[in-house]
């Protein structure tokens, strides 16, 4: 079923999220397809960047983003005299999947990863995972409402707008827009959580074997 990736190579562009695979495989992604690629990663990079004031940047996301030590390298490469602090947040996924965004679990569980982060005088945390400004809400009680929260998701919206802007390419005309879904999981769970994400119902939602995309990788 090779479709879903020869479709790709006929776009725009391709915005490459969530962090994990921007971490630890953009640079072969952007070898693999003809049109430019955009991983997440940099944007928020540069907006928490910034926006520090004094120099203490703290970055929150799953073990292999942190692991990876891709957000500290790239903000360290835009003003090597900010400070990063990281921190792994695995259970933060599974809360948001479960809905569990403002309760007392949520909050408990912040508090529990956050604590040492807070105590450290951070002004500025990024969301290192496209699941975690589901709680802002609560990473701001456990943080304080002066902690300046950098959404990876949304810096590359802004990024991608101004560059399909600068090059002619973005949407004009009144037709709507065109979504299709690949799911390599369940489709139903994945249009139930998806739906807390874009706050809209998902449809046109198929599902593929990654079988298949290694074997069309292997073809390109």
């Given at each position: 079923?090779?479709?879903?990736?020869?479709?790709?190579?006929?776009?725009?562009?391709?915005?490459?999220?969530?962090?994990?695979?921007?971490?630890?495989?953009?640079?072969?992604?952007?070898?693999?397809?003809?049109?430019?690629?955009?991983?997440?990663?940099?944007?928020?990079?540069?907006?928490?960047?910034?926006?520090?004031?004094?120099?203490?940047?703290?970055?929150?996301?799953?073990?292999?983003?942190?692991?990876?030590?891709a957000y500290g390298r790239a903000i360290r490469g835009i003003d090597d005299s900010i400070r990063v602090?990281?921190?792994?947040?695995?259970?933060?996924?599974?809360?948001?999947?479960e809905g569990w965004l403002n309760d007392e679990v949520a909050e408990l569980v912040a508090r529990r990863?956050?604590?040492?982060?807070?105590?450290?005088?951070?002004?500025?945390?990024?969301?290192?995972?496209?699941?975690?400004?589901?709680?802002?809400?609560?990473?701001?009680?456990v943080m304080g409402e002066d902690i300046v929260l950098i959404d990876s998701a949304i810096e590359k919206?802004?990024?991608?707008?101004?560059?399909?802007?600068?090059?002619?390419?973005?949407?004009?005309?009144?037709?709507?827009?065109?979504?299709?879904?690949?799911?390599?999981?369940?489709?139903?769970?994945?249009?139930?959580?998806?739906?807390?994400?874009?706050?809209?119902?998902?449809?046109?939602?198929?599902?593929?074997?990654?079988?298949?995309?290694?074997?069309?990788?292997?073809?390109?």
């Open positions: 079923m090779p479709e879903p990736v020869l479709e790709m190579t006929a776009g725009k562009l391709l915005v490459f999220m969530p962090n994990v695979p921007d971490a630890v495989s953009l640079e072969i992604i952007r070898h693999t397809f003809k049109i430019p690629v955009m991983g997440v990663i940099e944007p928020g990079a540069r907006a928490a960047a910034t926006a520090t004031r004094n120099g203490l940047v703290g970055v929150i996301g799953t073990e292999a983003t942190i692991k990876s030590g602090i990281e921190r792994s947040c695995p259970l933060f996924v599974p809360l948001v999947e990863y956050l604590s040492g982060m807070k105590l450290s005088n951070i002004d500025t945390l990024v969301l290192g995972c496209t699941h975690y400004p589901l709680l802002k809400q609560v990473i701001k009680k919206a802004k990024n991608v707008s101004k560059i399909l802007r600068t090059s002619g390419l973005l949407k004009t005309e009144d037709t709507p827009a065109f979504r299709k879904y690949y799911v390599t999981d369940c489709p139903e769970r994945f249009q139930k959580i998806g739906k807390r994400f874009m706050l809209d119902s998902l449809e046109d939602i198929t599902r593929i074997e990654i079988a298949s995309l290694e074997e069309t990788a292997v073809a390109l």
